[in-house]
């Protein structure tokens, strides 16, 4: 498995190319401006100043190659409330502006302020478009809100981009980068999927705790770990309700077993000449096609124990001899029990192994089942041998529903 996360250890911001377009303000009295008669600032005034400075910036911009900027009118409207309501706009700190436009707007990664002031409305228009940030490829958004400083026109602006919220949705439809709310505490950070990796272990730059274990279907679409347990039913005849659950365990994992033989994805033929796509397969789809490598039978043996009434779950890690792998877990009311699902044709009673000393060489990073994905921060001499303890292994916490759409 390989980790496909890049993750952006905080918020970017282009703060040094505001602050070294300056804050211009003048110190001498104007006493020009004091007799000249000041526009009405109304909400006309406001659209047509910044419509006059997205055509002067795109006039920049077009020659250099730079896609044109427009305006952001939810991020307009709060500008313009937030200048309004500052005592005095012209003494604004610029870091005060990023803070409520971040705060407002968690997906706004890409900010740069400037603030100008002017005896009249075309020379302000200037100032704004010689700003150096204007040609800065990385924003698609400029706003602009003039006010009254003095006998002056002065004018904030306002260069961004908004990345979006994740969700899988939207990671599927375009992909790139999103901003996104860490479960375990709350922070805020950037996050960029790489599709290629199998398995996208999404941990949180600020507490380091894992999020999220997302991996790419044959169709090629990503989905939650969780998801691929679907409830599959072995054919045939069930399996008795006689035995032990150690006798039904094994009987079910038998006709696994011999069923599915160990392929890896590289050996399955790819949808593209010389690509190699690594996929995670749904317990029916690998029952189908027969084979399977690690997390394929990991998964189908899960779902079927799980069908059959036994807690399973699949932890995703290390193991000592093959390097990251996936394997199964079950716990029964005595034993909890370690399940290598990559064996082929026999599995006796020997292979079901209880965990303890001999299992030492699996070291488990993340376990999920249908419902939950489980992480630990215990050391693990202790986690290595009990899988299913609360204290030790976490559930990610589910986001309320509608405070971020991501679940
Ligand atoms: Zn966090």
Redesign the pocket.
Known sequence: MVRGLLSFGSVMLAAGLALSAGFHVSGRVDLLGVFRAMPEIDAAFQRGFRSDAISRINRVRIPGGVDEVSGDESLQAYLESFVQVHPEPSSLELDEVFDALQTRFPGAQYLAANLVTSRNREDLLGKIGGWIAVANPEFDAINTTVFRSGGRLGALAVMSRRIPEFSLHAANEKGGRFHNR??????I?ALELDRDSRTLILS??????P?DVLAVDISGEIRRANDFFEGFTLPGEPVSEEGSDEDRILALWQRIATHCTYELDQARPSGQEGEVREVWKRPSETWHEATGDCEDTAILLADVLVGAGFDARVAIGWNGNIGQHAWVVVKTAERQYLLEATLQEEVTRDDLVELGEGTDFYRPEQLFDKERIYYTTASPESFGRDYFSESLWKAVPVPPAGELSQR
């Open positions: 860490c479960p375990h505490c709350k922070v950070h949180c730059p600020h507490c380091e705790l999020f």
